[in-house]
């Protein structure tokens, strides 16, 4: 039947135990973790940084109009 509508034959004529393929899908998982881990970590510091920065630019500012304002008054 496989073989008549063209889709490969691996799982239709080779079955796979439930045990098998509990562990195909816990290595899988735990390779998706290892995998995407450090681009995790590192998406996670650009954000930090990013939020950082922006504390650092609106402390500027505000440090920029207190001396405005203190031009102005004198």
Known sequence: MAFRFR?????????MSWSD????CIVGVL???YTF?????QAKDEIERR???KE???RRKAEMEQEKNLR???
Do not use: H, M, Y
């Not at 881990?37 to 970590?41: D, Y």
């Open 37 to 41: 881990k450090p681009g995790l970590q």
């Open 56 to 58: 650092i630019q609106a």
């Open 7 to 15: 889709i490969p034959n691996i799982g239709f004529r080779k079955r």
């Open 72 to 74: 102005a008054t004198k």
């Open 51 to 53: 939020e950082a920065l």
């Open 31 to 33: 390779a998706g973790i």
């Open 21 to 24: 393929f509990t562990v195909a």
